[in-house]
């Protein structure tokens, strides 16, 4: 319904503005409709790696049955669906101006927050914590409004650039950008034990990457006045405020035995993880299936149908904690391919943005804000599955949007400022 209101009010010059992440969005529904796509039996059972399947229908005389190239139908139709969150939400981010996007930063910045504390409450509730929203989760961890722990680190990981960015935003008084600046030290002090307690090893890297990017993100608002700007300096006081609450809440964490990921890196568990003993069997089962994939969303059943006596246990593989494995193994030569075009647009978007004579303006710090934060997407993605939960999908297309419009704001700025006097045309 979102979907179809948001296509009502769309613009055609609204997709020109997002052109490339529109194209890439219709490519991938276009790759999961071919994949679904009904195909005569001299083509599907030619495929790699269909023979049990065609074994299957022979000794029960579904020989002549059509298939489409997925060999899980319905989770191939899950996902299919499941696109049409972060469409909606591209398509109604894509009729905001620069305004309305950069309002979003304190709801988003809010959001993460209110789910790092209800990861407190949960590890303070314990394992049968009525705060734990999904029957299937990580035990005793503090995964928010998330099941995964993996995918609370990311979204408290990003918002590292998010403060140093909203912080940096102009503001009419010297004193209005004082207290959000401090208001955002003390957030992005609260943010590392909150992180800890998550019990993400990842989220340990994706944290470290986001307060890297701070010092390249704040820049204290320019002022017209020059008593005001001397007024509007680096906020000190703040800054130690929150270093020293970082280090006393950290510590607190620490003693209290609640920095679960300091844990899981100094214990045994990583070498146990499931997920890297069967790397290279999953990469053996993408070579099978190559150059076509089993079809997207079907990893469950492809991975089910070649798994290693060795690795079988009780509990259930849902993904490959590897996306890029999982794209290659699923989607095939096609899927890779796309993914390159993405990351490719991704890295040029950075050139743009991160050249030497780009403007301090809001524009560009949003731009490079949205930079940061897809490529802690991007890594993340090498040992878990961040984009497969519908909030972070939608998250991933917000910092895409933001990148692009701040990208055209900020070049039509530098434009315009470089453009020649009307009395020298």
């Known amino acids: 319904m979102v979907c179809a209101l948001a296509i009502l009010h769309l613009r055609a010059e609204d997709l020109v503005r997002y052109r490339t992440i529109a194209a890439l969005i219709a490519a991938t529904f276009l790759l999961i409709l071919a994949h679904l796509l009904p195909l005569p039996p001299a083509v599907w059972q030619m495929l790699p790696h269909r023979d049990l399947i065609v074994e299957i229908d022979g000794a029960t005389g579904l020989a002549d049955v059509w298939r489409p190239l997925t060999i899980a139908p319905q989770r191939t139709w899950n996902a299919l669906f499941s696109l049409f969150v972060p469409l909606s939400v591209f398509l109604l981010l894509a009729r905001f101006d620069r305004g309305q996007l950069r309002a979003l930063l304190l709801p988003v910045i809010c959001i993460g927050l209110l789910s790092g504390f209800v990861g407190l409450l949960q590890i303070t509730g314990g394992e049968g914590s009525p705060l734990y929203f999904y029957s299937i989760h990580n035990d005793r961890a503090a995964v928010g409004l998330f099941s995964n722990r993996n ?30 600046a401090m208001v955002c030290a003390a957030a992005g002090a609260v943010l590392v034990p909150l992180l800890l307690v998550t019990g993400s090893r990842a989220g340990l890297v994706l944290g470290l990457i986001g307060l890297a990017s701070v010092p390249f993100l704040f820049r204290r608002p320019a002022t017209d006045d020059p008593q005001r700007r001397k007024a509007a300096a680096f906020p000190i006081v703040p800054v130690v405020l929150g270093i020293a609450g970082v280090t006393l809440v950290a510590l607190l964490a620490l003693l209290f035995s609640r920095a679960e990921a300091l844990t899981r890196i100094t214990g045994s568990e990583q070498a146990e993880d499931l997920r890297f003993q069967a790397f290279m069997p999953m990469l053996d089962m993408a070579w099978r299936y190559f150059p076509f994939g089993s079809g997207l969303g079907s990893f469950v059943e492809a991975y089910q149908r070649d798994e290693p006596a060795s690795l079988l246990k009780p509990e259930y593989f849902n993904h ?3 996306d890029f494995m999982e794209i290659a193994l699923t989607g095939g030569v096609l899927a890779l391919l796309l993914l390159a075009v993405a990351i490719a647009a991704w890295l040029i978007a950075g050139l743009r943005v991160w050249r030497p004579f780009k403007t301090g303006s809001d524009d560009t710090r949003i731009a490079r804000m949205g930079f940061v934060i897809i490529g802690q997407f991007l890594l993340a993605s090498t040992v878990d599955y961040p984009v497969r939960t519908p909030s972070l999908a939608c998250l991933l297309i917000l910092a895409a949007v933001w990148l692009k419009s701040g990208i055209r704001q900020s070049e039509a700025e530098v434009s315009n400022r470089l453009e020649v006097p009307q009395a020298f045309r």
């Open 151 to 180: 995918h609370q680190a990311m979204l408290l990981a990003s918002l590292f650039p998010m403060l140093a960015v909203y912080a940096s935003l102009q503001v009419r008084t010297t004193q209005r950008f004082r207290l959000r």
């Open 320 to 322: 490959a904690h590897n």
